[in-house]
T-cell receptor, first 107, second 114 residues
Framework: KNEVEQSPQNLTAQEGEFITINCSYS?????LHWLQQHPGGGIVSLFM???GKKKHGRLIATINIQEKHSSLHITASHPRDSAVYIC?????????FGKGTRLHILP | DGGITQSPKYLFRKEGQNVTLSCEQN?????MYWYRQDPGQGLRLIYY???????QKGDIAEGYSVSREKKESFPLTVTSAQKNPTAFYLC?????????????FGQGTRLTVV
């Protein structure tokens, strides 16, 4: 079992839908990242959070330290949001990555 | 603009040849990392360096080598000893140690060994 688990693995939705991607981790961490990987492969850091909630445009990330769980929400989804979203957790001096959630938004 | 540059984006090599992937950053970050990504798997750490002239093995260092002669540069050599080198390679950097700092990623290099 991976120390960082994401769900769902794949998600297809219609444009405009509210999207939720979940991340659970089984180890103590100091911070959690949400990353976005586009088809070309490059990765962009969306959020880094250690408590509470962060918002950037249509993206919202939350973390519950007690429950070892984080969610990434996308409001008013758009086809350009189609990408792989990766959850990654800081533990000691390393980052542990989830396998990613492939999101496809249909126009 | 500050950022991380990986080159080339695509690389083809014959089996048995060593190949070096470039990673340069102008963010003045101390720490740099190399990850490997395979289909259906999370990123796995190959090597990391937290300061010039020092680096440590990650989880899958066998068949790889690195150097950190300059703060800005952290090249990765995929040697002929790496049994399955075809993969997507990502370089990253962070201000200090990974703990509690944001990591920045390059655009990746897709290596195909034929």
């Amino acid at each position: 079992k991976n120390e960082v688990e994401q769900s769902p693995q794949n998600l297809t939705a219609q444009e405009g839908e509210f999207i939720t991607i979940n991340c659970s981790y089984s180890v103590g961490i100091s911070a959690l990242h949400w990353l976005q990987q586009h088809p070309g492969g490059g990765i962009v850091s969306l959020f880094m959070l250690s408590s509470g909630k962060k918002k950037h445009g249509r993206l919202i990330a939350t973390i519950n330290i007690q429950e070892k769980h984080s969610s990434l929400h996308i409001t008013a989804s758009h086809p350009r949001d189609s990408a792989v979203y990766i959850c990654a957790a800081n533990r000691d001096d390393k980052i542990i990555f989830g396998k990613g959630t492939r999101l496809h938004i249909l126009p | 603009d500050g950022g991380i540059t990986q080159s080339p984006k695509y690389l083809f090599r014959k089996e048995g040849q060593n190949v070096t992937l470039s990673c340069e950053q102008n963010l003045n970050h101390d720490a740099m990392y190399w990850y490997r990504q395979d289909p259906g798997q999370g990123l796995r750490l190959i090597y990391y360096s937290q300061i010039v002239n020092d680096f440590q093995k990650g989880d899958i260092a066998e068949g790889y080598s690195v150097s950190r002669e300059k703060k800005e540069s952290f090249p990765l050599t995929v040697t002929s000893a790496q049994k399955n080198p075809t993969a997507f390679y990502l370089c990253a950097s962070s201000v200090g140690q990974v703990m509690n700092t944001e990591a920045f990623f390059g655009q990746g290099t897709r290596l195909t060994v034929v």
